[in-house]
Every structure is written in structure tokens, then in C-alpha cells.
């Protein structure tokens, strides 16, 4: 008897969003965290992406809403400048204004009212596998334990000891700058001005935003009455995101950037970081697998939570379907290629981020005065907003003569079912399972997804501008297949089936196969 079906490690975000999904589909999930509580200085300050979207359809977003503030069109930093999606009538990404350990909170409740459990305090020390089951070795308050599951997931940050023990590399680029930030109240003879500009004592006046002075960045920024400043200088030591800092050391660094005093009060969120831009060179190692932070590091702030979490639900259902046993072969492998290449769009606007921010001559000036520029423009300033929510691509799925759509996060189409009452897409994937749509009465494709009914949830309903004539989806709402609007009967069975098979395993009057070696 194992202890659970999956064992995730790691209680931020991304395990703890794991933890959730995992317990929707049924699956018993594990959770071991090394620290005995949640950390209460909050890394990110907010979040935003796709995986809004997806917390709407889970039903969680009005949770995690009512946590913290919601901005729509969201002015947000990028490099060393600032994109202002509120030029944009329906802007591509949103910001939810939630520090971290209030959304882990959120997150926690959540997964312990599926049923998860949460063992904090309990730290992994070892991981071994073989061709039936994962285990963790676990130092825990008790001392040393052993425990084991089907699948084994590191979802342990940056610093993954999962990733390592499972030998898996982790190369990228470390640059050598260090930020330090926190945010207090100002004090002293300090003025804000009327146009956000700060007067300092014994300084030329602080402009709102970034203030580069040849020792390095200082910005700032005001909210609530409370000031957030955050220091860039160039140094060479590789820093621990989660060593505490100390109060003089942040002063210490804005003496040396501005070479003057920045008196501040009551200073909380003291922490420091550095950049690193790194990607685990596969996300899966047999049984085991990494997510989050463990996967990937990006060199800019901003995307972590959402790319993570995002992994989570990616992972969550192919994790579950080879516990029950009806994964198809390969099902579990996509999990990477889907999500590795995520990854990869991510790295790719937040290594360009590094490149806007570093540079102090002329030609980086010129880079960034041009990069502005275009940002004035709609298509390049959606692309970016695009990029920035992880919603700029569609999964790379291997049907090559698929339609559009497949690959694409499902749009929350509004619904009228047969007897006429109101639904939507949203609120059929509520429960994390696979939904087939049938948006043109085709009895043809109904008929073949049936065969599929105790897997997949089957809905005949209308819609005002339908996309296709049938839709199939998967629990991460991706669109898995879909039928070409007006196309002749029949003419979609064999690709509907073909995609059935592919992602739901064989339909359920064949024999489904025990579950057991992995595929
Ligand atoms: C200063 C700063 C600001 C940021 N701002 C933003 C932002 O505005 N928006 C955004 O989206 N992202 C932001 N990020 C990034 C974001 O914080 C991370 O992407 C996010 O925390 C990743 O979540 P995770 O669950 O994957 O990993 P982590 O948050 O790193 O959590 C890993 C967990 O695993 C636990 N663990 C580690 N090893 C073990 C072990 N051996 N056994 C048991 N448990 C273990 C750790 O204690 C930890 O709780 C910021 C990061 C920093 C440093």
C-alpha cells in the first residue's frame, strides 16, 4: 500500500496548486513542505497570465479576487520601462494585485478543503524510483520517514533538490546584479511632489519610476501611502532569494546607489534577489517530475506564479490518468513538450527584459527609446501583453492537419444548453474533467464521443458565434481537437476518435489496461 498516489514537494503556488488539482480528479495528494509555517514576507507582490483564467474556471478567482485588488489594464515594468495596456480596448493580461503568501493562503485552504494533505515542517532529503513507484525520504519533527507513491513531484523552487537528485541539469545564465527591496513609509525631510517625483535632501530631485546614477538602478514606487524602493547594483555573489536581509544592508545599498540618505519608517518585505535565467533540460525523469521554480527560473519578476501554476494544471490530469491507469502511452511525456516549451516563451520576454534593463551608454539608451517607440503601437504592444500572460502560443500538439484552434486555452464561450437555460465554458470545466462540445447538433461526432461517456463530459449546446462545430477540451481547457465549422457529415469521426484515444485512452467498452509499468 503506497501513501499516496502522488507525493508533491513544496507548498507555494505551484505544489500547493498541484495539490488542488490533483484531489479534483480524485487522486490522493501528499504535500511535504520543509518549512513549518508559510513565509509571511511576500516575494511577489501580484500576479497575472492565463492562469487568472483558469482560476475562473475552477471557481477560485472570486477567492483570490477578494483577497486583493484587480487592475484590467495594468501598467506594468518590463525591462527598465513601462507598457501601459490601458491603450489597448481589451487588454491581454490582467494584474491581481495579491502578495503571495495571501494567495498561498487562498491556495492552502483550497487544497486541504479537496482533501489534500499538507505535512509542513517534513523535508525531503533523498528521492529513489523504479518502475512502479517514487519515494521520498522525509526528515520530519519526528525524525527520519520514508514515504511512497505512483509519481513524485519536486515543486521546491529554484534551488530544486528534487531536480538534482533526479539528475536532471539546470543550465542558463547567472547575471551578476543583486536587487534589494523593500517598502516603508517615508521619513525625514523627504517631499513627494505633485507629479510622483520624490525631493531628497542633499539630491537633485528623484524621478518616479527607474533613476539610473552610474553605481547602479534605484526605483520607486508609491502606493497607499507607502513607499516600495528597490535598489540594482552589479555584484558577482550568487544571492539565496530566501536569506533574510537586514535593514542595514538595504540602507547601505541606497547610500551607495544615490550616494545619500533615504530615511524610511516602519520597513517590512526586506528581501533581496538575483537574476538568473535558467531551464531544467527536461521536466520529467521517469516517475518523477519538476514544476514551477524547479523547472524554470526567470530573470525578471512578474510570470513565475502564472507559468507555475500553470505547469500545475498541465500536469495535474496526466499525473491522474496514469494513477487510474488509462493514460495512453506518451500521454505523461507531453506534459514536457507542452510545458518545456512554455518555458521557453517566457525565457524568451524576460531575457529581453535583461537586455532593456542593463546597459548604462548610448546604445542601450537608443534600445530602450526605440523599444518605447513601438510600444505606442497596438499589434506590438498586444504581442508583449501576449508574452507577459502566457497566452502568445498554442501548445505545439502533434496532429500537424489540426484546426486552428487545437493547442489554444479554451475562450469562455457563453452556452444555451438543449432546454434552454444559460451555461458557459467556465462553468463546465469547474470540475477539471474533459468536456466535449457539440456546438451544431453533428449526431455524427456525438455519437463517436459517446463511447468516451464515462470519461469525458458530453454537452450539446449552441453558441452565438460558434468557432467550430465541435470542440474538444481537456481538464487544463486546452483545446485538444476541433471540427471545421459546416464540414460534411461524418467527414470528422476518424480525427475526433483519433484524439479521443490520444488524450482520453481507449473508450470504455475496450479493456483498459492494468495500471502498472509506466508508459
Ligand atoms: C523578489 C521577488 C519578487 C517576485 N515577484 C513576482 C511577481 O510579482 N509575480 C510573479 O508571478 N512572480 C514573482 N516572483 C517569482 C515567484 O515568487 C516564484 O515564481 C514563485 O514563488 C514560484 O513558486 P513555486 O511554488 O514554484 O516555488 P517556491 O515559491 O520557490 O516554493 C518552493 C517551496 O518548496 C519548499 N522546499 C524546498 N526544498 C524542499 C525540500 N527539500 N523538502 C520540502 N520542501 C522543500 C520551499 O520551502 C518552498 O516553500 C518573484 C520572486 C522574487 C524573488
Request: aromatic share 6%.
Amino acid at each position: 500500500m503506497m501513501d499516496a498516489d502522488v507525493i508533491v514537494v513544496g507548498a507555494r503556488p505551484t505544489g500547493l496548486m498541484l495539490a488542488a488539482e490533483l484531489r479534483l480528479t480524485g487522486v490522493r495528494a501528499l504535500v511535504l513542505e520543509r518549512r513549518p509555517q508559510l513565509r509571511e514576507i511576500p516575494r511577489a507582490s501580484g500576479f497575472g497570465g492565463q492562469i487568472a483564467e483558469l482560476l475562473r474556471y475552477r471557481g477560485l478567482l472570486d477567492r483570490v479576487v477578494a483577497a486583493g485588488p484587480v487592475q484590467r489594464a495594468p501598467r506594468l515594468p518590463f525591462g527598465e520601462v513601462h507598457l501601459d495596456f490601458s491603450l489597448l480596448a481589451d487588454p491581454p493580461t490582467l494584474a491581481l494585485g495579491l502578495p503571495q503568501p495571501r494567495l498561498e493562503r487562498v491556495l492552502a485552504e483550497h487544497a486541504a478543503g479537496l482533501g489534500a494533505e499538507v505535512r509542513r515542517g517534513h523535508e525531503v532529503v533523498a528521492v529513489s524510483q523504479d518502475d512502479f513507484a517514487a519515494a521520498a525520504d522525509v526528515r520530519g519533527p519526528d525524525g527520519l520517514y520514508r514515504v511512497s507513491a505512483r509519481y513524485l513531484v519536486g515543486c521546491d523552487g529554484a534551488r530544486s533538490r528534487v531536480r538534482d537528485l533526479a539528475g536532471i541539469a539546470f543550465p542558463g545564465t547567472t547575471y551578476p546584479v543583486v536587487h534589494r527591496l523593500g517598502q516603508g513609509t517615508l521619513a525625514g525631510d523627504v517631499t513627494v511632489l505633485g507629479n510622483g517625483d520624490l525631493d531628497v535632501p542633499g539630491l537633485c530631485l528623484v524621478r518616479r519610476g527607474f533613476t539610473r546614477t552610474g553605481r547602479g538602478v534605484f526605483a520607486f514606487g508609491l502606493a497607499a501611502g507607502r513607499v516600495m524602493v528597490q535598489t540594482t547594483e552589479d555584484e558577482t555573489t550568487a544571492v539565496d532569494d530566501d536569506a533574510p536581509m537586514s535593514l542595514a544592508e538595504f540602507q547601505g545599498s541606497i547610500h551607495r546607489v544615490l550616494e545619500a540618505e533615504l530615511p524610511l519608517a516602519e520597513v517590512t518585505r526586506l528581501s533581496r534577489y538575483g537574476f538568473e535565467a535558467r531551464q531544467a533540460e527536461r521536466y520529467r525523469d521517469g516517475r518523477i517530475l519538476v514544476a514551477g521554480d524547479a523547472a524554470h527560473q526567470f530573470p525578471a519578476t512578474g510570470i513565475g506564479i502564472n507559468t507555475g501554476m500553470m505547469d500545475a494544471v498541465n500536469l495535474a490530469w496526466k499525473l491522474a490518468a496514469g494513477v487510474r491507469g488509462w493514460a495512453p502511452p506518451g500521454l505523461l511525456g507531453t506534459y514536457h513538450d507542452e510545458r518545456h516549451f512554455a518555458g521557453t516563451r517566457g525565457m524568451l520576454q524576460t531575457q529581453a527584459q535583461v537586455a532593456l534593463r542593463r546597459g548604462q551608454d548610448p546604445a542601450a539608451d537608443a534600445l530602450r527609446k526605440l523599444f518605447l517607440e513601438l510600444m505606442a503601437y497596438e499589434q506590438p504592444l498586444r504581442h508583449v501583453g501576449e508574452l507577459i500572460a502566457g497566452s502568445d502560443f498554442r501548445y505545439p500538439l502533434p496532429n500537424p492537419g489540426n484546426h486552428p484552434l487545437a493547442g489554444a486555452f479554451a475562450p469562455d464561450l457563453s452556452l444555451r444548453t438543449e432546454d434552454g437555460s444559460t451555461t458557459s465554458v467556465a462553468e463546465l470545466m469547474r470540475a477539471a474533467r474533459p468536456v466535449f462540445l457539440d456546438l451544431a447538433g453533428r449526431t455524427d461526432l456525438l455519437q463517436a464521443a459517446r463511447a468516451w461517456k464515462g470519461r469525458a463530459d458530453i454537452h450539446t449546446v449552441r453558441t452565438a458565434h460558434r468557432p467550430a462545430d465541435a470542440l474538444l477540451i481537456r481538464p487544463d481547457a486546452c483545446i485538444a481537437w476541433a471540427a471545421p465549422a459546416g464540414e460534411p457529415a461524418d467527414a470528422g469521426v476518424p480525427a475526433l476518435r483519433e484524439a479521443l484515444s490520444r488524450w482520453f485512452g481507449a473508450p470504455l467498452d475496450t479493456a483498459v489496461p492494468v495500471a502498472g509499468r509506466l508508459s
